[in-house]
């Protein structure tokens, strides 16, 4: 890693990544920097106000300024007042949270949810991180529109997520993931339970906007206990509703106007 913009933008996800603070000999030895380099950029994010210091220890976080940046864009790009009725709609008639992934290139980053549980056990998410594509319901259903080669290049380029690290069912070889994968494809819809986390189930189905194939996904999470498949099975009509709905609205906004891993934008992009 030797280029300042991409040092500067790793500094910035390593950040992202650990609310409690970084301090700048991990930042600087996990991202394979000089201290000194580390020490420069930090400074600069710092002048510019996009990190400070903790005044407990001098270790370095993320200021808000980021967020910020983000929930303005959201904001402008319209699909918040889009989809937002739609995932209300959803949450409140299945009484779990529903979730809205927008697809970039080669990933899911969730953009918006609806929390439907009013009591017991509920899941509540980060928001603004890339979903995992080997081992949710969301990788599933996006990955089961493309074809099997550009599946497996994404699922290669991400890595696949071993049962250890993430949840007890999740497939642990791209066999595996291809067998889930043409499962969604075969039905419409992705279903998993504890794939991406012990005692985490999911529903989740492409959101197909004419003329562009997926832009996104749509998802109900929840505990397992509670989301049986049985249980997930009887969300799908309201599911698949509500994915039409929002491809259908999918026009107004540009944050679903994005290239997708088979168009030749997205080959543009990844190769520079």
């Not at 995932?87 to 980053?109: F, N, P, S, Y």
């Not at 979903?131 to 949710?136: G, K």
């Not at 493309?146 to 070889?173: C, F, H, M, W």
């Not at 609205?249 to 990844?270: C, I, K, T, Y």
Request: net charge neutral.
């Amino acid at each position: 890693m030797s280029g300042v913009m991409e040092r500067t933008l790793a500094i910035l996800e390593r950040l992202a990544n650990d609310v409690g603070g970084v301090p700048i000999a991990v930042l600087a030895d996990e991202l394979g920097m000089p201290r000194s380099a580390a020490h420069r950029l930090l400074a600069e994010l710092g002048e510019l106000g996009y990190v400070r210091q903790t005044r407990a220890r001098g270790d370095y976080v993320l200021t808000t300024r980021l967020v910020s940046l983000g929930l303005n864009y959201l904001k402008n790009s319209g699909v918040v007042d889009l989809c937002q009725p739609v995932l209300d709609r959803l949450a409140e008639t299945t009484g779990e949270l529903v979730r809205l992934g927008v697809v970039d290139v080669d990933h899911i980053t969730w953009v918006a949810l609806s929390q439907g549980a009013r009591r017991g056990l509920r899941y509540d998410p980060d928001m603004g991180i890339d979903a995992h594509l080997s081992c949710t319901a969301n990788g599933f259903a996006w990955l089961s529109t493309l074809d099997e080669d550009d599946a497996i290049a994404l699922v290669s380029r991400q890595g696949i997520g071993k049962p250890e690290r993430y949840g007890p069912n999740a497939p642990a070889t791209m066999s595996a993931v291809l067998k889930q994968v043409k499962q969604a494809a075969k039905q419409g819809f992705a279903i998993a339970s504890e794939t991406y986390a012990h005692g985490l189930a999911a529903v989740s189905a492409p959101i197909m906007a004419p003329g562009k194939g997926a832009v996104g996904v749509i998802a109900i999470s929840g505990p397992s206990a509670r989301l049986t498949d049985k249980k997930l099975r009887s969300f799908v009509p309201d599911l698949l509703a509500a994915a039409a709905d929002i491809a259908a609205a999918s026009a107004a906004s540009p944050l679903f106007d994005r290239p997708h891993a088979a168009s030749p934008e997205a080959a543009v992009l990844n190769t520079g």
